[in-house]
């Protein structure tokens, strides 16, 4: 589904990203995690094409096409989405209305209230109805890969569970998601497939082993991390 090789990043002359290598197929969970800095949101821009930093070097490939000099929009014509940390506000434009004209399908209608539809799209909206509304946006346009950036950002435990149960239906054979959170409990909701840990701007550790990359960072934090021996299958 994706394959990013070597990619190198740099904003002030600064390093962000330094040799990332990510693959991540088709039908599966993969999740991203780091602490706050880390370069994960940056790297989430990257694929997306939307950072304002430096692509000094790396390809980006989607199926079997390099979009590393792509627009934004032409890597969403392709069928790849990104949901924010903070969505913005659209004032005078009903949810609803906002939807009826992005939807290629109805399903998003069982993720959202009739309340909720009918109120102008994410003004007011507290933290869960902002990753509801954003969610089911997204799902409506029926993207091939969703990027999730910090998808525990401003809600509760509560909310979280629901919100990740909305992602892992969304998954089938046919899609895959990239998870990014600096938040071990996510993992632990989500049970992906993959997980990679990025520290200061480089891949340190791949696994399938989601089990055993929670219980070492809650115990110990992402220093132990640095040490990690494990690899993917």
């Not at 790297?43 to 000094?56: E, F, N, R, Y």
């Not at 569970?161 to 996510?186: F, G, Q, Y």
């Not at 070492?216 to 299958?233: M, N, P, R, V, W």
Request: proline residues 3%.
């Amino acid at each position: 589904m994706l394959k990013i090789k070597d990619l190198c990043v740099e904003a002030d002359e600064k390093k962000i990203l330094n040799n990332v290598s990510l693959e991540i197929k088709k039908g599966t969970f993969h999740v991203l995690l780091g602490p706050n800095g880390s370069g994960k949101t940056t790297l989430a821009k990257t694929i997306m094409g939307l950072d304002h930093h430096k692509l000094k070097k790396g390809q980006i490939i989607f199926g079997q096409e390099d979009i590393t000099k792509l627009k934004p929009e032409e890597r969403a014509k392709l069928g790849i989405a990104l949901t924010f940390q903070h969505p913005p506000a659209i004032k005078g434009v009903k949810l609803s209305e906002f939807l009826n004209r992005i939807s290629k399908t109805d399903a998003y209608k069982k993720y959202l209230t009739t309340d909720l539809l009918e109120r102008q799209v994410n003004v007011g909206f507290s933290g869960g109805e902002l990753k509801h509304s954003e969610l089911a946006q997204v799902f409506a346009t029926e993207p091939k890969f969703i990027i999730f950036d910090e998808v525990d950002s401003g809600i509760d435990m509560k909310r979280l569970e629901t919100i990740t149960k909305m992602i892992k239906e969304w998954i089938s054979p046919d899609n895959s998601a990239l998870v990014i959170t600096h938040n071990p409990r996510v993992i632990e909701l989500l049970k992906p497939d993959i997980i990679d840990i990025l520290l200061d701007g480089k891949i340190t550790c791949s696994t399938n082993n989601w089990n055993e990359i929670y219980c070492t960072i809650a115990k110990y934090g992402y220093e132990k991390c640095k040490e990690c021996k494990l690899s993917a299958d």
